[in-house]
């Protein structure tokens, strides 16, 4: 009996006869089975608080979440392992600022920190109110950027551009003194 191969499906090579994989094409399906985890964002004041206008707002991720990230990937002919490690946080702020922090930022420490003390490595100062806002709240959002490289079959390589994302309503409040004579 014979079998006849429909023309227009490629045709794979039997047996050992298959073309190793290349590295490169290896580790593209290694970065695309990264899981990387999305930011857990934290404020002092804290999240579910309202923020004031002109007193310092710190934010952090969670710690847990900044480590790197590996996934190897066998395919015939080669292994291939990509690690992506987080870099900098890339913060929209909702009143049209952004922040760039080289880390996950400082966590708030009143042990350590006093309340209106800004924080040494990830902050932003608010200067008016969110109340105007949809749902009275500016849509803070943290974007991770991660630098992810790759090596395997003798070679090596970055792939840019890896992001993962989350945002938070923060609601900024204006407290305004009060003289009395």
């Not at 490169?24 to 990264?34: G, M, T, W």
């Amino acid at each position: 009996m014979q079998n006849f191969a429909d023309p227009e499906e490629p045709q794979e090579p039997a047996g050992d006869d298959k073309a190793p994989v290349q590295p490169a094409v290896a580790a593209q399906e290694a970065v695309r089975e990264l899981v990387l985890p999305k930011p857990a964002i934290r404020t002092n004041p804290d999240e579910k608080r309202s923020q004031l206008v002109r007193v310092p707002t710190w934010m952090w991720l969670d710690a847990a979440m900044w480590k790197p990230v590996s996934k190897t990937v066998k395919v015939p002919g080669v292994t291939v392992t990509a690690t992506a490690v987080p870099q900098r946080v890339r913060w929209g702020m909702g009143d049209g600022r952004t922040v760039v922090c080289e880390g996950a930022g400082t966590p708030y420490d009143a042990a350590k920190y006093s309340a209106e003390a800004a924080s040494p490595d990830c902050g932003h100062l608010y200067r008016r109110s969110s109340a105007a806002e949809p749902g009275e709240a500016y849509q803070v959002s943290a974007a991770v950027i991660w630098d992810v490289t790759w090596h395997g079959g003798g070679e090596e390589g970055v792939v840019p551009g890896q992001e993962t994302a989350a945002q938070v309503p923060l609601k900024v409040a204006e407290a305004q003194a009060l003289v009395v004579p």
